[in-house]
């Protein structure tokens, strides 16, 4: 059983919106820490937009005021809105979720790295035309 599923990419013009949905099968408690990720082609891997269990979102700031992440916590459900597309964001948009880390030193947690997000779903391709 896939622990995350993606769903929603496609193609829009520059300008459209889209909206992705991650369903989870794992158990993404209060412990968990839930993201999109993007993928263009040719580039790193990069962050898009995180939530942590007490529900502080993150966004990078290419995408601020255009993308909104939010959770059904009923549904285990992630969702990602994303408005005012542009060519730029075209990429694999991918979900993921991981447990939140410790930090002795501040004694507070962090959400994972990039790199240390346990599970991913199989990425769903996102095309913004000009």
């Not at 995350?4 to 013009?13: A, C, K, R």
């Not at 993404?28 to 580039?43: E, H, L, N, S």
């Not at 549904?75 to 994303?82: E, G, P």
């Not at 990039?114 to 391709?125: A, C, V």
């Amino acid at each position: 059983q896939v622990p995350l599923v993606e769903s929603g990419g496609g193609t829009v013009q520059a300008g459209g919106s889209l909206r992705l949905s991650c369903a989870a099968s794992v158990m993404t408690d209060g412990t968990f820490c839930m993201g999109w990720f993007r993928q263009a082609p040719g580039k790193e891997r990069e962050g898009v937009t995180t939530i942590d269990p007490d529900g502080i979102i993150i966004y990078v700031s290419s995408v601020k005021g255009r993308f909104t992440l939010s959770k059904d916590s009923a549904k285990n459900t992630l969702y990602l809105q994303m408005n005012s597309l542009k060519p730029e964001d075209t990429a694999i948009y991918y979900c993921a979720a991981g447990a939140r880390k410790w930090m002795p030193g501040v004694r507070r947690y962090r959400c994972p790295n990039i790199s240390e997000y346990t599970y991913w779903g199989q990425g769903t391709q996102v095309t913004v035309s000009s």
